[in-house]
């Protein structure tokens, strides 16, 4: 039997997947237009590969979209982008980033939602040093960190090291499948419980919850990346 590479953080990789701007976020059209979601859904990805950028610990940002806009946006911030498949749901697409990211030398993989308002480096760092920790005390076993979604039945954040020792498996009840395939692989499992982290934008009532200078911060954040994009 195969025995797994061992765990190793230096080289982590971040994969954040975002679909189009025309379907994104449809959920929160009761509350939003379509022209204050496309700003909402840019301004958390710029914010997002801002903090990511200024993460140490972060050594590259893919992003996995099929959108020309996302795509172009995300390269100004010096993000690669990975085109999403054709064929396939989210964790398809991911599996794909995961492959392509280990391809360009990661040897660890945080997959990272894009519709996080208050991701932070605090918040991030509370996932690495969860990691590292359980590195120094597996002796190089397979590590599974997970950051639950504040529902406490999904998953915000997922960092593998090898990168493929479990697959991503998110949608309905993620975590608990995420639990369940981190202790098939005999990994050393560790559970970072982060408000900040936690909390997504996902339903209209999310918005209700979200602090309304944020949330302007936000619009306002997307609008300037729209109007940058459309300068000659």
Same mark, same amino acid.
């Given at each position: 039997?195969?025995?797994?590479?061992?765990?190793?953080?230096?080289? !982590?990789?971040?994969?954040?997947?975002?679909?189009? #701007?025309?379907?994104?976020?449809?959920?929160?059209?009761? $509350?939003?237009?379509?022209? @204050?979601?496309?700003? &909402?859904?840019?301004?958390?990805?710029?914010?997002?590969?801002?903090?990511?950028?200024?993460?140490?610990?972060?050594?590259?940002?893919?992003?996995?979209?099929?959108?020309?806009?996302?795509?172009?946006?995300?390269?100004?911030?010096?993000?690669?982008?990975?085109? @999403?498949?054709?064929?396939?749901?989210?964790? =398809?697409?991911?599996?794909?980033?995961?492959?392509?990211?280990?391809?360009?030398?990661?040897?660890?993989?945080?997959?990272?939602?894009?519709?996080?308002? !208050? #991701?932070?480096?605090?918040?991030?760092?509370?996932?690495?040093?969860? =990691?590292?920790?359980?590195?120094? *005390?597996?002796?190089?076993?397979?590590?599974?960190?997970?950051?639950?979604?504040? *529902?406490?039945?999904?998953?915000? $954040?997922?960092?593998?090291?090898?990168?493929?020792?479990?697959?991503?498996?998110?949608?309905?009840?993620?975590?608990?499948?995420?639990?369940?395939?981190?202790?098939?692989?005999?990994?050393?499992?560790? #559970?970072?419980?982060?408000? =900040?982290?936690?909390?997504?934008?996902?339903?209209?009532?999310?918005?209700?919850?979200?602090?309304? $200078?944020?949330?302007? @911060? !936000? &619009?306002?954040?997307?609008?300037?990346?729209?109007?940058?994009? @459309?300068?000659?």
């Amino acid at each position: 039997m195969d025995h797994p590479a061992p765990a190793d953080l230096s080289r !982590l990789h971040v994969l954040v997947p975002l679909r189009g #701007l025309a379907v994104g976020k449809t959920r929160l059209g009761l $509350a939003l237009d379509a022209e @204050e979601r496309e700003a &909402l859904i840019l301004g958390m990805l710029v914010h997002a590969l801002t903090t990511l950028r200024e993460w140490p610990a972060c050594r590259q940002v893919h992003v996995i979209t099929d959108d020309a806009d996302i795509a172009d946006v995300s390269r100004r911030a010096a993000a690669h982008v990975i085109a @999403e498949p054709i064929e396939g749901d989210l964790n =398809a697409a991911l599996r794909a980033g995961r492959d392509a990211a280990v391809a360009a030398g990661a040897s660890a993989i945080l997959f990272l939602p894009a519709d996080l308002p !208050l #991701l932070s480096r605090p918040g991030l760092s509370a996932v690495f040093d969860a =990691a590292d920790a359980a590195l120094a *005390a597996g002796s190089g076993r397979p590590i599974v960190v997970i950051a639950p979604s504040d *529902a406490r039945s999904g998953t915000n $954040a997922l960092l593998l090291s090898p990168p493929s020792i479990i697959d991503p498996m998110f949608g309905e009840a993620s975590l608990e499948a995420h639990i369940r395939a981190a202790a098939q692989a005999d990994a050393s499992l560790q #559970l970072v419980v982060d408000p =900040a982290l936690g909390f997504d934008l996902d339903m209209p009532d999310d918005l209700e919850r979200l602090d309304a $200078a944020r949330m302007l @911060e !936000l &619009l306002d954040l997307g609008s300037q990346t729209v109007a940058a994009a @459309e300068k000659p």
